[in-house]
């Protein structure tokens, strides 16, 4: 890695990778990467989004949904699913387009 961010923005499209399981434990979501036997833990916000993304929409659909939803100011939210989404692209769980 180069150290570089990703670029990632409302106008992006997210995939999520068919090497990845979901697994409910208690009040969070965990997945686990098959490729590098990697684990990565959501809260019920995360969960969400993850479950938004697989419908390969773009994050501002996404960021929509999420204001919809949920009761904070829209840039937070889209800071949060920025972050989220970036972290989610550098461990290999989703691909950003």
Request: a negative charge; one cysteine or more; hydrophobic letters at 50%.
């Amino acid at each position: 890695m180069t150290g570089t961010p990703l670029a990632v923005t409302l106008a992006s499209k997210v995939a999520v990778s068919d090497e990845v399981l979901m697994q409910e434990v208690g009040d969070e979501v965990v997945l686990l990467d098959l490729a590098s036997e990697r684990y990565f833990g959501l809260d019920p916000v995360g969960t969400r989004i993850w479950e938004l993304l697989p419908q390969r929409r773009d994050l501002a659909a996404v960021h929509q949904s999420l204001c919809e939803e949920f009761d904070a100011l829209p840039a937070t939210i889209e800071h949060d699913l920025l972050a989220l989404v970036r972290s989610l692209a550098e461990a290999g769980l989703v691909t950003v387009d």
